[in-house]
């Protein structure tokens, strides 16, 4: 499995606090059959703007080919977009997934059009689009027009695991895995006990209720094409 929304690097963001957390986080992934991770801490005017965020990202990163924890380890950002922070990515002071893949944030409520004109410029500066756990947007996720919108642009849509394993929205998560209008599913973990990594658990549900051709899709194939896309 591929893991491209992950909160693993200690002190940067409202992820783990130390560095022996972030340790045990990809040592667990591993365990889980997880061989490439994607380190995305928050970019987000004022609160996170990505200091020590390339030291520690070295630091774990160097730690785990010393101690042979076999797992590729990326980084990234998750973009809470707005006017800051879209000039941030022109700047290139934000991270991408690859050379030119973008995950982005957006907020709970409310899709506007700023946010639609700048998705829409990203893409034209030859940016791919992953919108980071869709499933949250209430604005979005009741408009099906804009749903097909947004999928006829290419843009990629990110669910998180516990939308899968959570009994209350299983049912919903699965229907949405089904029909196409969800590409990645990925951890957001941020520790070990507080929002732990549960993609395993959601590949296991995937796969015996909707088969291992989409299961591998959203758990592998579509996030190596991110991770590979220029």
């Not at 990515?89 to 982005?104: D, M, P, S, V, Y």
């Not at 869709?134 to 604005?139: A, G």
């Not at 290419?154 to 516990?162: G, H, R």
């Not at 990594?197 to 989409?214: D, F, H, P, R, S």
Request: glycine residues 4%.
């Amino acid at each position: 499995m591929i893991d491209i929304h992950t909160h693993i690097l200690h002190a940067v963001d409202d992820g783990p606090t130390d560095f022996e957390t972030s340790v045990q986080m990809i040592t667990e992934m591993v365990q889980m059959g997880i061989h490439t991770v994607v380190a995305t801490p928050h970019y987000w005017y004022p609160h996170y703007l990505n200091e020590r965020v390339d030291e520690h990202y070295r630091q774990l990163k160097a730690y785990a080919e010393s101690h042979a924890i076999n797992i590729r380890i990326l980084l990234a950002n998750e973009i809470h977009l707005d006017d800051f922070t879209y000039n941030a990515i022109l700047k290139q002071e934000a991270h991408t997934i690859g050379e030119k893949c973008l995950l982005i944030e957006l907020p709970d409520s409310g899709f506007y059009n700023s946010h639609d004109v700048m998705l829409y410029q990203l893409q034209l500066k030859g940016y791919k689009i992953v919108l980071a756990h869709v499933e949250r947007y209430k604005d979005i996720m009741r408009d099906k027009a804009l749903i097909q919108q947004l999928k006829e642009r290419n843009i990629l849509f990110q669910m998180n695991a516990t939308y899968i394993t959570s009994l209350k929205t299983r049912r919903k998560a699965l229907k949405l895995l089904k029909n196409g209008t969800f590409d990645i599913v990925a951890s957001d973990c941020h520790g070990i006990v507080r929002r732990p990594n549960l993609l395993a658990k959601a590949n296991q549900i995937v796969t015996k209720k909707l088969g291992t051709e989409i299961a591998n899709a959203v758990f592998n194939d579509n996030a190596n094409q991110i991770i590979n896309y220029k």
